[in-house]
């Protein structure tokens, strides 16, 4: 049986290339070159703007002409999409860049590599986007997840305003926390009106929901913001 030139390309780019075919798109020559030489004797690579046209590829590395124009990274994904309907996208970048990395992955990209991965993880990462994984250095991992993380309130404040703001969960009111800590009211006032500031609260019940899921007690369950009961007198100096 006599094979079609098509046919015989085809076999022997997938002997040779276990990743397939990879349409590496972009302007950036000099990036490209290197990663080329990353993806060694992996993938065939298929460069430049428009896509291979005897064989649909498996993978597609973008190069965006710019790394802070999120919509077109977004509308150039899409048009790749378009293209190469079944390829894996990844977004390439010379730096670790989570703000591109979220463009990307919003825009329906598989992630984001770049060009200080050595060939190996380049190599790990596209057989990852290939099996339907996303990719993320792990760098870029690390500080997602600490993006994610909610912060520590209490190291937002300090020593004096905690110790307001414990006060102020066991119902007493600002005169009453005056007096327990021998300050003046207008002090009191002062510290809450700076603790509110670094969590971001406009007032104590805002402070109360913030505060509410980092194991702090609750300061306003059960009561007005101006209508705090009032504990025992407070113990002053004579």
């Not at 124009?69 to 150039?76: F, I, P």
């Not at 999409?81 to 990395?101: C, E, M």
């Not at 600002?174 to 603790?195: D, M, P």
Request: proline share 7%.
């Amino acid at each position: 049986m006599t094979m079609t030139h098509e046919a015989t390309e085809t076999i022997r780019r997938t002997t040779r290339a276990p990743l397939g075919l990879v349409w590496v798109k972009g302007t950036q020559h000099v990036l490209s070159l290197g990663l080329e030489k990353a993806l060694g004797a992996g993938a065939h690579v298929h460069k430049g703007h428009e896509g291979p046209k005897a064989e649909a590829p498996s993978a597609v590395i973008y190069f965006p002409d710019g790394v802070d124009d999120m919509e077109e990274v977004g509308q150039e994904v899409g048009r790749i999409r378009a293209q190469a309907p079944d390829a894996a996208i990844l977004v390439f970048a010379p730096t670790p860049n989570l703000r591109l990395a979220r463009g990307a992955l919003k825009a329906g990209a598989s992630g984001l590599i770049h060009a200080g991965m050595p060939p190996e993880q380049i190599l790990r990462a596209l057989s990852v986007a290939l099996r339907g994984g996303v990719v993320l250095p792990r760098a870029l991992l690390r500080l997602w997840v600490d993006e994610q993380r909610p912060p520590d309130l209490g190291a937002l404040l300090s020593a004096r305003q905690r110790e307001i703001l414990e006060l102020l969960a066991e119902r007493l009111s600002n005169a009453e926390i005056a007096g327990r800590l021998f300050l003046s009211e207008s002090t009191v006032k002062q510290h809450l009106s700076a603790a509110y500031k670094a969590l971001g609260a406009k007032n104590r019940t805002e402070a109360a929901a913030l505060l509410r899921g980092r194991g702090w007690r609750d300061v306003t369950e059960g009561c007005h913001p101006r209508e705090m009961p009032r504990s025992s007198p407070p113990i002053r100096r004579r």
